[in-house]
């Protein structure tokens, strides 16, 4: 895939899975391309998620140059299924973006953290 700058290790998806579980049930989650897309623009972003298996990929295709523009963490997660349920809803959702961390903000900077790493030996 194009857009995406690196693919994250299983234990990385998966606590990216188990973050926006938690921020969706104590914060707030923006769910959805557009919706992260406003939230990215509004600086409203803690963190950026994004899924491998979205078809047609131009959907999200511009997510990370955002997401890097305005110096917000993202990662990716394989499955678009998978993150929608993690967010609390019962389709699957190609983006999500953590607006309010509630008590997932050491978990935000953890996964920030490791896929940044993962970002950087890429490039």
Avoid: C
């Avoid at 919706?35 to 994004?50: F, G, H, S």
């Avoid at 131009?58 to 993690?86: C, S």
């Amino acid at each position: 895939m194009s857009y995406n700058k690196f693919s994250p290790n299983d234990s990385l998806a998966e606590k990216t899975y188990d973050t926006i579980e938690k921020a969706a049930d104590t914060g707030k989650v923006a769910i959805g391309t557009n919706e992260v897309t406003k939230a990215v623009e509004r600086n409203n972003a803690d963190l950026i998620v994004i899924a491998e298996n979205v078809s047609p990929e131009e959907v999200v295709m511009h997510l990370p140059a955002l997401a890097g523009e305005r110096d917000i963490p993202y990662t990716f997660v394989p499955d678009k299924e998978e993150l929608g349920l993690a967010a609390g809803i019962n389709v699957q959702s190609a983006a999500i973006a953590v607006t309010q961390s509630g008590n997932a903000e050491s978990d935000i900077e953890d996964v920030a953290e490791k896929a940044a790493e993962l970002l950087e030996k890429e490039e």
